[in-house]
């Protein structure tokens, strides 16, 4: 871990960031009706699991499995995301 604070407030603020994001996005008026997108960090959350899940079991040391959790989280959430902008245009569309 770094000692330099500079890092430490930068991810601070990453994290309020997130935050913020994660409070506006779980309702967001797009068309007439409310659309839930709390899906997006449910399946980020799920990826994030099944990916420590799957490390634990390769026998992975501690760093590589913490960065394979978070790639699982960005891919969990990535999917998520594309398929809640599929079902959209797919609304939007019909």
Not at 21 to 40: G, K
Not at 61 to 71: F, G, H, K, M, Y
Request: proline share 4%; with cysteine; aromatic share 4%.
């Amino acid at each position: 871990m770094s000692d330099h604070p500079i890092p430490w407030l930068l991810g601070a603020l990453a994290g309020a960031v997130a935050a913020v994001a994660a409070a506006v996005a779980t309702r967001v008026q797009l068309l007439p009706e409310v659309i839930d997108i709390s899906i997006v960090p449910t399946a980020a959350g799920f990826g994030g699991l099944l990916a420590a899940a799957c490390g634990a079991a390769f026998r992975f040391d501690s760093e590589r499995l913490a960065r394979v959790t978070l790639l699982g989280n960005l891919i969990g959430a990535a999917l998520a995301a594309a398929g809640l902008l599929l079902v959209v245009v797919v609304d939007v569309l019909s």
